[in-house]
């Protein structure tokens, strides 16, 4: 395989229950259960392997009333991953959800949008809606990697590995990143939350978390669709039947195809 081709694994390692209205500004006429599960993403080959997102702990689980399915350590042990080998680290954004787990990836290197660090330690912060999605120890466990050189900072779209792209498309978050991603059947774009489910990129509705000052997306990974394969939302239980779960799918992980990606 080729240094700029990759298999894409998602790790399942919580689950919220709630109902559609949830899930939309504005809520939703029907209001069936639409469950959120949370991942983790891992992409490799032989080359290199790089995680996408960290997650949140037990304690982050507690806090915020969500299902811990699964430790994310025991998980990427199962996968064979060694957490201090991990040498990068790309954080879509830094809500509690996506940035946790401080000292899981001790020697990596955190790949992050200029503007999500700023907008995070900036003066947004002092309100509280702004900052309901943030953790302090988070946003402090970031700073620290930024002192001590272990934060590459990324500006509009770039591309740090061959076969990977960071593009920015704000919108949830003022930093949001997606990443598209080159795999043995074409491209792949991961939306983070650019797009929690599928239906929030099918009919345009927008999650209730959204900053006014970005609202970029869903149309920015509308137009990565055009170039990839398919994209896969961060959210969905409806990613199961897109993807194949491995032999050691008891931790929770799962391989993503692209020629079946939505």
């Given at each position: 395989m080729a240094d700029d081709i990759y298999e894409v694994f998602a790790i399942t390692y919580a689950r919220h229950d709630r109902n559609a209205a949830a899930n939309f500004i504005g809520g939703d006429p029907h209001d069936g259960p639409m469950p959120l599960n949370y991942y983790v993403w891992v992409i490799r080959n032989a080359a290199r392997t790089i995680v996408v997102d960290t997650g949140f702990d037990r304690r982050g689980a507690e806090k915020r009333g969500r299902e811990l399915l699964r430790p994310l350590p025991e998980a990427l042990e199962a996968l064979g991953i060694d957490q201090a080998s991990v040498a990068d680290v790309?954080?879509?954004h830094m809500h509690y959800d996506h940035c946790g787990n401080d000292g899981l990836f001790p020697n990596a290197r955190f790949h992050?949008?200029?503007?999500?660090?700023?907008?995070?330690?900036g003066r947004c912060m002092c309100h509280e809606q702004m900052r309901h999605a943030y953790e302090l120890d988070d946003v402090l466990a970031m700073v620290r990697r930024v002192f001590h050189g272990r934060v590459c900072f990324h500006q509009g779209t770039s591309e740090p590995f061959p076969g990977i792209e960071l593009h920015h498309v704000g919108g949830h978050a003022r930093g949001l990143q997606s990443l598209r991603v080159?795999?043995?059947r074409g491209f792949v774009c991961l939306a983070s939350d650019a797009a929690h489910h599928y239906a929030h990129l099918e009919t345009r509705r927008v999650f209730p978390t959204c900053l006014r000052a970005t609202t970029r997306s869903p149309a920015s990974p509308a137009r990565l669709l055009t170039s990839c394969r398919g994209t896969i939302p961060w959210w969905p239980a409806s990613i199961l039947?897109?993807?194949r779960v491995p032999r050691h799918g008891s931790c929770g992980s799962m391989r993503v195809p692209s020629a079946q990606a939505r």
């Open positions: 790309v954080i879509t992050l949008q200029d503007a999500e660090i700023a907008f995070a330690t080159k795999t043995g039947r897109h993807c």
